[in-house]
């Protein structure tokens, strides 16, 4: 019996309420979050008999103390001794970012290290044979800022004779060259959502198409990933959020030299300063 009783009384629990329509969906929960850690410290006798590796560290935290956030440096790794290469590696790890750059010659893989700024890089050949080992601090490793375009700008459409179902994919096209055609170093970054329009997906593969695609691609990792890749077209990206389900939550395009969610920040540098200048304080 639903509702209320002679005594006055309401009853309770499955089937005495009305039906209030389907039952709620919620979003699921995130299961995973990429962490890291420092994997070891050194004790002071490990570090003495490593001096390369010293001497490598306390370069790495003069170019952080120096904030080289643009440029950057490089300290190559040709020629370390076994101990010294096992102790960096044992003490860096690996961060958050990752970067793949293939170019037809050579291809070159960059891994952050736990010190925020800080980078593994590593560079082969056409056949994969090693050509250079090194570690690397600035905001994004140089061959994202140097080699990711080629300077062309031009984008090529008609309009008038677009695919079946592409419907906004030239509007978007136009906006794009209109921006290049403006643009000047230094500029501020435009985004276009394409999260937010009405797109079809034959809309994003012809504006795909139109763009091409660049040698440089990021996975930045964390709560979810963000994957960033160069198109042909200087200096455009796309940008793309997943959560941690690998559900797309954000796409984008953004015209700028390089993304500010793939870069290290000021801040960044001075805190894997702090953190490297006091892993070398407790083992001197």
């Known amino acids: ?103 037809p010659d050579r291809r070159l893989q ?42 062309d700008r031009r984008i090529s459409f008609d309009p008038d004779a677009a695919p079946p179902g592409v419907q906004n994919g030239p509007a978007l096209l136009a906006e794009i060259a209109e921006h290049l055609a403006a643009r000047r170093a230094g500029d501020p970054v435009h985004v276009i959502n394409l999260t937010l329009l009405p797109v079809t997906a034959e809309d994003l593969a012809y504006v795909g198409e139109r763009l091409g695609v660049g040698p440089t691609t990021l996975l930045s990792r964390g709560y979810g990933n963000c994957r960033i890749g160069a198109t042909a077209k200087e200096p455009v990206w796309w940008v793309k959020y997943f959560n941690s389900q690998e559900k797309l939550i954000l796409n984008t395009i953004e015209i700028v030299e390089v993304p500010a969610v793939a870069q290290a920040a000021r801040e960044d540098f001075e805190d894997s300063a702090r953190r490297l200048a006091e892993i070398l304080e407790l083992t001197r």
């Open 1 to 103: 019996m639903n509702g209320p009783r002679p005594d006055g009384l309401r009853l309770v629990g499955p089937g005495s309420q009305p039906d209030e329509g389907p039952e709620l969906e919620y979003l699921e929960m995130p299961q995973g979050m990429f962490t890291h850690e420092l994997v070891h410290r050194p004790e002071p006798e490990e570090l003495a008999a490593a001096p390369q590796a010293r001497r490598i560290l306390e370069t790495v935290l003069a170019a952080l103390e120096a904030g080289a956030h643009t440029e950057g440096r490089c300290m190559s790794l040709e020629g370390l001794e076994n101990a010294d290469h096992a102790l960096l590696h044992g003490l860096l790890g690996e961060g958050e970012v990752a970067v793949n750059f293939e170019a």
């Open 110 to 151: 960059a891994q952050e290290t736990i010190l925020t700024g800080v980078w593994w890089v590593r560079e082969v050949d056409a056949r994969g044979r090693p050509l250079h080992e090194a570690l690397e601090v600035g905001a994004v490793p140089r061959c994202v800022r140097r080699e990711s375009f080629s300077g």
